[in-house]
């Protein structure tokens, strides 16, 4: 590939703004100048740098779990245009030839323009992958090799670029494949899912989601995350003045509260605080302080709902509302915080206490 002078951002169309303004806030907090390129719901942007040696040593330390809107990321070389319709694999071997990758991820920004190019990049993969072991270009699963990234725009241009392993999403595009169970209550489910295996190592989810576990569930109804906690064994009271899914009528791991989420609190501590209400950032970032810093549970796991406008800035006030009232209580504590794939106009934290 030509000289890297740029690094590639996929997010949520829509929060391209968003993501560009936090990837220039960590660039500067990493003396990284540049300027981001970006363009309303085309799901992607660009930051483009003064100094290339600059933005490849900052890459080197970079991960995608720093980034709030970013869904994937890789170091990017030169656009490829006006690819053949006929032959596209020729110019990309070209402009990779001599070097060696231990994978390839073949994406396109997940927006309304460049949806339909998501069958392109599946077919596409196999042929490439096939050609880039002929070539000795592939040593597939080698994790002291680079994941090479090709990112379609439209269907004649490409952006390729690499990352580190571990380094970037650990699936196409930033989207987990999950599929939906069909007993279960609602889509919800699939978020708690995906912010399990985001924020947990498989190690970690064995150890903290085992059974006899307990959990709360604030704003449960009709309990897609309720449902996905006892699918892991735990033992969970679900609260909210609304009805629960049929699955739960006398299920011996659900326990029922027809109660206010902003009020109710639990006998006893437990390990898992779970909470998708649709609230004010502001407002679900105090409860889950209070719960916190109360020791009514360990971990909490729970959803932002974001305003129109001054998204970025809404969460970095709820983040500061969190940390002022811990360190009050002289709580250690980490948190990390993502736009997933199956959010919409909100984003996901964990919140842990260390």
Known sequence: MSDETQLLFLTRAGYEGDCAAQVQTVAAEAGVHGFCKAKSDTGYLTFIAHDPEALAHWFEALALDELIFARQLCLA????????????????????????????????????????????????????????????????????????????TDTTTVIPGWSHPGQAAPQPMGIPRLKLAKDAP?????????????????????????????????????????????????????????????????????????????????????????????????????????????????RAIFNLKLPMKKRQQAVMDAVERIADRLEDAEVDFDIDIRQLYHDRDEVTAYLRRV
């Open 77 to 152: 070389g030169e656009t490829l245009d006006d690819l053949p319709a006929d032959n596209r694999l020729g110019p990309i071997l070209a402009a990779i030839e001599g070097q060696e990758f231990g994978g390839v991820y073949v994406e396109t920004p997940d927006a309304e323009a460049t949806r339909p190019l998501m069958r392109l990049c599946r077919k596409f993969t196999k042929p490439l992958e096939q050609s880039m072991r002929k070539r000795g270009l592939l040593d597939p699963g080698n994790p002291d090799l680079p994941r090479l990234h090709l990112t379609f």
């Open 186 to 298: 609602s889509r919800s489910a699939l978020k708690l899912e995906e912010a399990l295996i985001t924020f947990l190592s498989p190690e970690e989810r064995k150890d903290l989601l085992r059974a006899g576990l307990e959990a709360v569930d604030l704003g449960a109804a009709p309990g897609g995350w309720t449902w996905q906690l006892v699918r892991d064994g735990l033992i969970v009271t679900a609260v909210d003045n609304g009805p629960m899914a049929d699955v739960f009528t006398g299920h011996v791991s659900v326990e029922h509260r027809r109660e206010d989420g902003f009020t109710f609190r639990p006998e006893r501590p437990v390990e898992w605080l779970v909470c998708d209400m649709v609230e004010k950032p502001s407002r679900v970032a105090d409860l889950m302080a209070d719960w916190m810093a109360r020791g009514d549970c360990q």
